[in-house]
């Protein structure tokens, strides 16, 4: 990978794991059900007449996910959105929809659950099929809805995939470069999107347009990372139309989110490395893992180093350069899931020792899962336009894994990119008596306990779980689904006993390839 497709992808696709990201790369299964190629005699199948919700005709589909075994059985449909509420008779937006009805026999209760998911820029109807199990109990008594928000999935996606690449040069990772990037994205995107209209506050006014046309007097917000910003934005906006908001790995309205990713991961790490150096044969064996990080990444910022390695794809033996922003991206997105972060200080320290392939490997790994899974233009519009002003390098991130890589690269992007207009009150935290189930994970790399923390003083009816161990998207955790079901059955967070909670344990730093040590 190449120097500035490396800062790119830092920049961008990690950038946006502002508000999370777990490295899954979903498709929806809505056109699964093709004919074989080539097959043209086919038997005419008969048409199939639409359920109503509302006011909009559902008919049937099927969702998947390749982090999924099983197909989740829906109602899909599009609804029509002004691009520009401002401008009714201009652009329209089909609005992607999926509708999972309530499966139980018993009452059915009329305030549907909406699904916020993450990024910016994951569509719901692609990211829900892998959390399906954690609704379980929830869907017996209630429909979940699903609207990929506009930009992502199949709500006129806004992706850059089809940027040149350029080619490679000495100073290719400078910020001006970056800058052309972005720019030469906004202008391929602009024959399809006013990219100013794709930000969270245009996107909370189509959920409130799905939800009015549904016909749900109320309904019941589950947002995640991201989302937990799109929930509570609706939340302010509709505080009527609202029966509860689950925020799980919540991100403060409060907040500015432009230079938050170094000291944020640096303080994960120190938490993730600990189980290593506490434990004296991984200490032995592996020594300090974030001393054995430092060496590694001064090595390759002075001098990147050649890999031969096997492509866990294809299993063939390729060569590519890994580089110290690969490691840091690596690092970062490993720290997401605590379980795959306790390989990190034994592939951090066969590298130290010459044996790079394994972290090579794995890098390429995710990066190419990572390059598909987020919309990268509406994750533009949504953090140019809200987050811009804070997009500032910081002194005290020098030393950090990621440094000031983050905002630079953003602050540069954001120069060339189109900005949406924001409430004057849009960074005012969400004060409301709605009751509230707010997650954090003890170990979360982007989101800290700390924010839900301050999220809750203005949440009166609201309850915060720290999840000892884990760290983003914590709702299917331990028994959380059970306590989740609970909160949607009585919306009432403080009866919650969360006491099963304790039995969750630390994940075991591994000491070798086969495991942690017995």
Known sequence: MNSRKTRVVLAVAIAAAIFGYKAMQQKSGADADKAPAGRQDAAPVAAVKPVMLGKIAFTPCSLSSEMSRDNVDAQCATFDVPEDRANPGGRRIA???????????????????????????????????ALDPVFKEVRKHRAVILVDQRGTGKSNLLSCAAIAEGDDGAGDDAPEKMQAQAAQCAQALSKKADLRFYTTTDAVADLDAVRQAIGAAQVNLVGVSYGTRVAQQYAMRHPEAIRSIVLDSVVPNALGLGNIFARNLDDALALQFALCTKEPTCKDKLGDPRAELDTLLVKLRAQPVAVQYRDATSGETRQDTLRAETVAALVRMYAYMPLA???????????????????????????????DAMAMGMQLSVVCSEDADSMVSRAEDAGTVLGNLMPDGMAAMCKAWPKGNVPADFHKPLATRVPALVLEGEFDPVTPPRYGKDVVKTLPNGRLFVLRGQGHNVIGA??????????????DARALDGKCLDTLAYAAPFTSFNGAEP
């Open 478 to 491: 331990g028994c959380m689904p059970k306590l989740f079901a609970q909160f949607m059955e009585k919306a």
């Open 341 to 371: 972060a306790g390989l990190l200080p034994k592939l951090i320290h066969e590298a130290n020792a010459g044996r790079y392939e394994n972290l090579m490997a794995l890098s390429k790994m995710m990066t190419s899962g990572m390059k």
């Open 95 to 129: 609005l992607n929809i999926a509708w999972l009805q309530a499966t139980g026999n018993g009452e059915k209760m009329p305030d549907p659950v909406f699904f916020l998911a993450g990024g910016p820029g994951q569509a719901a109807v692609e990211s829900y099929p």
